[in-house]
C-alpha cells in the first residue's frame, strides 16, 4: 500500500530531520566520552554523511548495482523505484 510506505517514509525523514538539528548535541554527549575529537566527529557527522535524496544519488547507486553486476555479485539489475513522499 503506497499510503502506508508514504506514511513511514514521511515519519523516517521527520526523525532525520529532527536529528541533523541535534547534531552538536549528539556529538558532545557521544563523541565526547568515546575520546573521538569533536572537530572530527562534527566533520564526518555534517558534512560526510549525507542522508538526502538527490538525482546524483540515484545514479550512483544504479551504477553501484551495474558494477556489482559486472562482478558477479548480483545476478539482475532491477530498475530503480523511489516513492515521492510529498
Known amino acids: 500500500d503506497h499510503e502506508a510506505l508514504r506514511s513511514i517514509a514521511r515519519m523516517l525523514d521527520h526523525q532525520r530531520r529532527h536529528n541533523a538539528g541535534r547534531l552538536d548535541r549528539l556529538i558532545h554527549d ?48 532491477r530498475p530503480l523505484r523511489t516513492l515521492d513522499i510529498r
Request: glycine share 4%; charged share 30%; aromatic share 14%.
Open 30 to 77: 557521544r563523541a565526547v566520552p568515546r575520546k573521538w575529537p569533536i572537530d572530527l566527529a562534527g566533520t564526518y557527522l555534517k558534512d560526510r554523511l549525507v542522508f538526502d535524496w538527490t538525482p546524483d544519488r540515484a545514479e550512483a547507486m544504479e551504477y553501484f548495482w551495474s558494477r556489482a553486476h559486472a562482478h558477479g555479485l548480483l545476478d539482475r539489475i
